[in-house]
């Protein structure tokens, strides 16, 4: 068979396929028309989401409070990172890569603008946050590119805190240390004062004569008069306690003041309150060396005094190798002056009532409303301490000791001395000192009670303490801050404390309290740079 010509074959299948793939491509092309459409429409239709959504954070601002409660709230996310990053900080400058940690707070500062400003009712829109978000992701990621992980994170943090808490015990016992020394130390214008006063008691023989007033015999044996107590050594402090209560008087003619001090300071003491008058305050002189009932068969202070253990334990400060901390191995709490206040009916025989003040208070209202108290037949009237958990007896005695946990309420009141009303016919009807010698001699070892005279006074006096009005005896002026409101509605304000006002370390916004009966133009105070 003969093939035909050329001209005349029929055109292969093949030379069609360019007209079927122009059709796919214009079926391509409405598509993507259409999705271009789509998409038009959608760019258009944002602006108007936008512009509710501002102005409905417009109108009603951004509530923090609500926002950071809510768990899925972007002020709260923002918070989250803020307080991831100020920790990845930390770690930055540890490792000394100050760049990285300048990077780190400025964000932190961008983030914390944003919520300062939603905080002030300005609107939070979903850019800003976004932005916000994103950016300081981008910077902690990049702060665990740089190992910043978690685990890491929490090592060096916690050797840190380590560190840190070490450093802090290491400065609070040498604060402690060095602040005790001070409350100890006596001041060189006190030191010369004493001298001055001695050499003028011993030099003018005319200033011996006026304590030996006839007058002045009776009325410190006069019950109907207003009879207050003070035990010290310190000059200078319990002139301002006698002054504030005569100028605080109503009446100062029937005031007494039984003041009784040692050895060392007899002469000058009775020299200083010899010279000065006080409104007509009568005051009594006494030093302890001469109460012949005072010794160690009958005092089991005067008696401890004598073991060499315990001699060894407030003097030398070596017997447990510093375990101990500072304060409670301070000699004065084994002084017969600060003991002396549970032998008040001894001391005084003749008085059925006394008001018995410490010597770093200042009275500034009249305190003849004490004697009138109505004590319910107990021996002590005091201001109760136990507005706060850390004054109830659990926080002084040991409750581990069978013997204080077998007689004593753990959540019992506390209290306080330093203004104290003391029912001497009601002390000596109980034998309150005979309670107090009990537990005194129970306490050798130290495993009742280690610091002051407070706590055996709660164990003396417990079950015969009336609470008193607060505001008769505020407390705290010594080392904390005080309501201004309590200071001047207060009868007596209390210095307890380390911060004495008569010292440099005391509280210098509550030393003109103090300073005020004060006469720093006396020629003695001028003479031994008083200022």
Avoid at 18 to 41: K, Q
Avoid at 80 to 87: C, E, P, S, Y
Avoid at 106 to 119: E, K, V
Wanted: proline fraction near 4%.
């Amino acid at each position: 068979m003969r093939r035909r010509a050329a001209d005349f074959r029929r055109p292969l299948r093949a030379r069609r396929f360019p007209n079927a793939f122009w059709w796919v491509l214009c079926g391509v092309a409405v598509l993507l028309f259409i999705y271009t459409l789509s998409r038009g429409s959608q760019i258009e239709s944002r602006p108007v989401l936008t512009t509710r959504y501002r102005h409905d954070r417009v109108m009603e601002g951004l509530n923090i409070t609500e926002e950071m409660l809510n768990p899925n709230s972007v002020a709260r996310q923002i918070s989250d990172q803020i307080a991831l990053a100020k920790a990845f900080v930390v770690i930055a400058k540890e490792s000394n890569n100050l760049q990285f940690a300048w990077e780190l707070s400025a964000q932190i500062r961008n983030s914390q603008i944003l919520l300062s400003n939603a905080a002030t009712r300005k609107p939070l829109t979903a850019r800003e946050s976004e932005t916000a978000i994103r950016d300081m992701a981008l910077v902690l990621y990049q702060a665990q590119q740089l190992h910043y992980d978690s685990a890491t994170m929490i090592m060096r943090l916690k050797a840190k805190i380590q560190s840190l808490e070490e450093q802090m015990s290491s400065v609070s016992e040498k604060s402690s240390k060095y602040g005790q020394i001070a409350a100890e130390e006596v001041p060189k214008s006190l030191y010369c004062l004493g001298i001055q006063l001695t050499s003028e008691w011993f030099r003018h023989p005319n200033l011996q004569r006026k304590l030996k007033d006839r007058k002045i015999e009776m009325k410190v044996k006069d019950n109907n008069l207003y009879h207050f107590c003070v035990f010290s050594d310190n000059i200078l402090a319990t002139s301002v306690v006698v002054n504030s209560t005569a100028l605080s008087s109503n009446d100062p003619e029937k005031v007494v003041f039984h003041l009784v001090t040692d050895e060392i300071n007899h002469a000058a003491m009775k020299a200083w309150f010899s010279m000065n008058s006080f409104r007509g305050v009568t005051v009594e002189v006494q030093k302890f060396e001469d109460f012949k009932w005072l010794n160690a068969s009958y005092v089991p202070v005067l008696k401890q005094l004598q073991d060499s253990e315990t001699q060894s334990y407030y003097f030398s400060g070596n017997s447990d190798d510093g375990r101990t901390p500072i304060k409670f191995r301070n000699p004065k709490y084994l002084s017969m002056l600060n003991h002396l206040r549970f032998y008040i009916p001894e001391v005084f025989p003749a008085l059925k009532k006394v008001v018995f003040l410490d010597d770093d208070v200042v009275v500034q209202k009249d305190l003849s409303g004490l004697f009138s108290i109505d004590l319910n037949g107990n021996v002590n009237g005091a201001v109760e301490t136990c507005m706060e958990t850390f004054h109830r007896y659990h926080k002084y005695l040991n409750y581990s000791h069978p013997l204080i946990r077998s007689h004593f309420d753990p959540d019992a009141c506390g209290w306080a001395f330093g203004m104290n009303v003391f029912d001497l016919v009601q002390w000596r009807k109980r034998n309150v000192t005979g309670i107090y010698h009990y537990w005194q001699e129970r306490n050798v070892d130290r495993t009742l009670w280690k610091l002051g005279t407070l706590p055996p006074g709660l164990l003396t006096f417990y079950g015969l303490t009336e609470p008193l009005e607060p505001s008769w005896h505020v407390l705290g002026l010594g080392y904390t801050n005080v309501d201004p409101h309590l200071i001047e509605k207060g009868a007596v304000l209390h210095y307890n404390g380390n911060s004495k006002p008569w010292l440099k370390i005391g509280m210098e916004k509550y030393k003109p309290l103090w300073e005020k009966f004060v006469d720093y133009t006396h020629p003695l105070l001028q003479r031994c740079n008083f200022h």
